[in-house]
């Protein structure tokens, strides 16, 4: 079994602050981990995944996410935000079966 | 690349009548195709498992009668919402997996349905 815990609901942060997004997971298998965005009544957007090697791992839109096994986690970062992402981000977890399991997402408010 | 879409994006019916959502893969061909369900303020839940040419997997609690699902290209899979009623009311999300790189979903824009 796998599980995904996003440990904030909400996160207001002001624009140009650096902002940290939390994600722990739990899995019996060896996982595949992803951060997606989702902007207001619109679908998912892939912004990085982890599969394997280095576990700093760059995506879009100037966010990353480190990957720790020892303390099961993949927060993702951003040094410096902006008004446009303004948005809801799940992590989401995979054992390579196909089943993503998603956490319950975190919103991030940017504020001007 | 990677792009999937859904149509429609927006779809108001009668209680009682069918809905049709159509999830296509425009620049890859997706053996595996996903089917979530959003209610507000609240996560992904999966739906089902759709893969071409044979019946779809659907997750515990998912009335396989009542969501059909059809995945009879490598390009399309469609959800039928079938006497649809007011509490179907929700987003739906469809994704797909690139051969080879299964590991990795690649959502559509999803289709909010209003059951009236």
């Known amino acids: 079994a796998q599980s995904v815990t996003q440990l904030d609901s909400q996160v207001p942060v002001f624009e140009e602050a650096p902002v940290e997004l939390r994600c722990n997971y739990s899995?019996?298998?060896?996982?595949?981990l992803f951060w997606y965005v989702q902007y207001p009544n619109q679908g998912l957007q892939l912004l990085l995944k982890?599969?394997?090697?280095?576990?700093l791992v760059k995506g879009i839109n100037g966010f990353e996410a480190e990957f720790n096994k020892s303390q099961t986690s993949f927060h993702l970062r951003k040094p410096s935000v902006h008004i446009s992402d303004t948005a809801e981000y799940f992590c989401?977890?995979?054992?390579?079966?196909?089943?993503?399991?998603f956490g319950t997402g975190t919103k991030l408010q940017v504020i001007p | 690349g990677a792009v999937v879409s859904q149509h429609p994006s927006w779809v108001i019916c009668k209680s009682g009548t069918s809905v049709k959502i159509e999830c296509r893969s425009l620049?890859?061909?997706?053996?595996?195709m996903f089917w979530y369900r959003q209610f507000p303020k609240q996560s992904l839940m999966l739906m089902a498992t759709?893969?071409?040419?044979?019946?779809?997997?659907?997750e515990q609690g998912v009335e396989k009668d009542k969501f059909l699902i059809n995945h009879a290209s490598l390009t399309l899979s469609t959800l039928t919402v079938t006497s649809a009623h007011p509490e179907d009311s929700s987003f739906y999300i469809c994704?797909?997996?690139?051969?080879?790189?299964?590991?990795?979903?690649?959502f559509g824009p999803g289709t909010r349905l209003l059951v009236l």
């Open positions: 989401a977890v995979t054992g390579g079966y196909q089943k993503v399991t």
């Open positions: 899995s019996s298998v060896s996982v595949y």
């Open positions: 759709s893969n071409e040419g044979s019946k779809a997997t659907y």
């Open positions: 620049d890859f061909q997706a053996t595996t």
């Open positions: 994704s797909a997996s690139r051969p080879g790189a299964q590991e990795t979903q690649y």
């Open positions: 982890y599969l394997s090697g280095s576990t």
